[in-house]
T-cell receptor
Framework: RKEVEQDPGPFNVPEGATVAFNCTYSNSASQSFFWYRQDCRKEPKLLMSVYSSGNEDGRFTAQLNRASQYISLLIRDSKLSDSATYLCVVNIRTPLVFGKGTRLSVIA | NAGVTQTPKFRILKIGQSMTLQCAQDMNHNYMYWYRQDPGMGLKLIYYSVGAGITDKGEVPNGYNVSRSTTEDFPLRLELAAPSQTSVYFC???????????????FGPGTRLTVL
């Protein structure tokens, strides 16, 4: 299994749709989990941390499944401005390991 | 706070030339990192530092050197530029957390390097 694995996409969805991304990780002892967003030709920026109990920030919901070793990101009511690449980040080893990202295109 | 700053924004090098990519942060973070990102690919860690005077290799350190003489600065040196080093270089920093957990990394805007 790769250390951090994501479906590269692209996911092309209409405005208003709900879309979900999964990310699997290899180290069962990992403690820190994040979702980052990267716009084209820009630096990655933190979207949200992922907590054991799951957490929500507006239209975004992140979940952690330790038994199956994956994290997920759900985006509800997609906006055009959500178009970006979403990076899964896990502390597999020192320091954090970034997934290759899943590209999302929201279409009008 | 300026956050993480990187200079230059763009650079074109000839094969065999050397250069230093500058990175500075004003958040008093212990941890600093250098990544490279090739077109359409993920981030690859080149070097990182857990504090002044301490550096360690990442996934792709060959062809690069770093130093960390102060908390604020973490320059990346390319000694003999090769076309394979054409990439976007991101510097990042993060605060240290207790208990082995890791906190958010703050990224600089990147340096776009082309080696011809």
């Amino acid at each position: 299994r790769k250390e951090v694995e994501q479906d590269p996409g692209p996911f092309n969805v209409p405005e208003g749709a709900t879309v979900a991304f999964n990310c699997t990780y290899s180290n069962s002892a990992s403690q820190s989990f994040f979702w980052y967003r990267q716009d084209c030709r820009k630096e990655p920026k933190l979207l949200m941390s992922v907590y054991s109990s799951g957490n929500e920030d507006g239209r975004f919901t992140a979940q952690l499944n330790r038994a199956s070793q994956y994290i997920s990101l759900l985006i509800r009511d997609s906006k055009l401005s959500d178009s970006a690449t979403y990076l899964c980040v896990v502390n597999i080893r020192t320091p954090l390991v970034f997934g290759k990202g899943t590209r999302l295109s929201v279409i009008a | 706070n300026a956050g993480v700053t990187q200079t230059p924004k763009f650079r074109i090098l000839k094969i065999g030339q050397s250069m230093t990519l500058q990175c500075a942060q004003d958040m008093n973070h212990n941890y600093m990192y250098w990544y490279r990102q090739d077109p359409g690919m993920g981030l690859k860690l080149i070097y990182y530092s857990v504090g002044a005077g301490i550096t360690d290799k990442g996934e792709v350190p060959n062809g690069y050197n770093v130093s960390r003489s102060t908390t604020e600065d973490f320059p990346l040196r390319l000694e003999l530029a090769a076309p394979s080093q054409t990439s976007v270089y991101f510097c990042a920093s993060s605060p240290r957390l207790a208990g082995g957990a890791y906190n958010e990394q703050f990224f600089g805007p990147g340096t776009r390097l082309t080696v011809l």
